[in-house]
């Protein structure tokens, strides 16, 4: 019984603790190592390069908004950038951008023609 009072009475002064110095501390102390990390990691991602997209036909087609056959004739008549993986013909997001965006490409581009019912 007396044993019980003594651990009684350890509680009762460990509640009465004013434990606020020691969180405050602790949330200092988590807040800097969070910032530490956070600033360590945008630092790396920043000198990370980003790696190039590469789409297949049916993404790059569908990318450029046009039929898979018009982008096989584009590449067979090297009108569009592409590369050879293998077998496999691939392009480069960022190529494809920059070759829609180029001068060259009205000039390189075929012409459509659009027919409206009637002969022309």
Known sequence: MERLKHNQLGVNQAM????SPFL?????????AFETTLRRELDRLAKEKPRPRLLNVA???????????????FVADEEIPFRKVGTRTVFLESELLDWTAS???EADRPKLTIRRGGKQ
């Open 16 to 19: 009465s603790l004013d434990l």
């Open 24 to 32: 405050e501390r602790f949330a200092g102390i988590i807040a800097d």
């Open 103 to 105: 001068d060259r490409m």
């Open 59 to 73: 993404e790059a087609a569908e990318f450029l908004r046009i039929d898979q056959s018009t982008l096989y004739r």
